[in-house]
């Protein structure tokens, strides 16, 4: 069906997963090596401003849309509304201050 995973996107590194933060739905792209590929690349994008999570979100967005060519498999909304139980990898709690995975739910492996 795909490798499909929702990234929940939190300010802090105390927040759990919440079917009202900002989420990132990737369709094919969702395996724990590839989070961890764009949350280093986007460490990297960071650099020097670290801790600003309204701004690591937004390029952590970037990040992900440059390395996933075409028009599918990418989405963003809120995480309630995607397909945060889906299966394949479930949803990645993210600390956008670190850029880092905090938790994982809905993961069933």
């Known amino acids: 069906m795909g490798n499909r ?17 900002v989420g990132i739905y990737l369709h094919w792209n969702g395996s724990p090596s590839s989070i961890e590929y764009y949350l280093k690349k986007t460490r990297k994008v960071m650099k020097g401003r670290e801790g600003d999570s309204e701004y690591a979100k937004a390029r952590l967005i970037g990040v992900i849309n440059n390395e996933i060519p075409g028009n599918l498999s990418l989405g963003v ?19 956008c201050s670190t850029l880092t995975v905090t938790s994982r739910e809905y993961n069933y492996d």
């Open 5 to 21: 995973a929702v990234l929940c996107l939190r300010e802090l590194p105390t927040q759990k997963f919440s079917e009202c933060a």
């Open 77 to 95: 909304g809120i995480v309630g509304q995607m397909d945060y139980d889906n299966g394949n990898n479930g949803t990645y709690v993210i600390d």
